[in-house]
């Protein structure tokens, strides 16, 4: 019997990124659902799938994956979100960033399933999976990114920007960006105590 080598390392970094991608896959799945706007409060399985119009035993299935990633609590049957699903993944709530994953997905995720063919053929066509332009895809992203980088204010300020006569034109929403940015440092400096 052949003897193996010590290891000085561990491929559990490697394991960790596989992985990873079912707990991303299982949060997004739960956005798309809106499973986290079902069980704001204890719902059994039978009650969430209800509310979704979907399969009792898979939404149980699902409800367990879930918990087990350390999104949901489960107590005598019942599931409903923890803090942090809570305040980030309900569609009410104001720090809501639902819309933000989408967009992340869109751009940095779902470009990857080709990943392999990409690389061996060269680039596509660069068209957008939703065929948005590039001013759509700056008003949207303005739009799901506010709530994370500056609460509901930005949520506020996304809503007046893309109300705006002119939003559709390209050059204003990259400066209604800067404007917003420019909001939010103005607003966490305004918010400190002074040290002097």
């Known amino acids: 019997m052949k003897i193996l080598p010590a290891q000085e390392t561990s491929f ?99 470009p990857l399933t080709h990943l392999e063919a990409l690389v061996r053929k060269g680039p596509g066509t660069g068209q957008t999976a939703d065929g948005s332009d590039s001013r759509e895809r700056c008003l949207k992203g303005a739009r799901a990114s506010m709530p994370w980088a500056v609460g509901e204010m930005g949520s506020r300020v996304a809503r007046i920007v893309e109300k705006l006569e002119d939003s559709r034109n390209s050059k204003k929403c990259w400066t209604s960006g800067a404007v917003m940015v420019s909001f939010r440092f103005t607003s966490s400096r305004q918010a400190r105590p002074s040290n002097r």
């Open 12 to 110: 559990k970094p490697l394991h960790k990124m596989l992985i990873g991608a079912i707990s991303a896959r299982l949060l997004t799945g739960g956005l798309n659902l809106r499973l986290f706007d079902a069980v704001r409060e204890w719902r059994t399985a039978e009650q969430a799938a209800a509310d979704l119009g979907a399969d009792i035993r898979n939404t149980e299935y699902f409800l367990d994956a879930l918990t087990n990633i350390g999104l949901l609590e489960k107590k005598a049957g019942r599931y409903r979100n923890m803090p942090l699903s809570a305040r980030y993944l309900v569609s009410g709530s104001d720090y809501y960033v639902g819309d933000l994953f989408a967009m992340i997905r869109q751009m940095s995720i779902d």
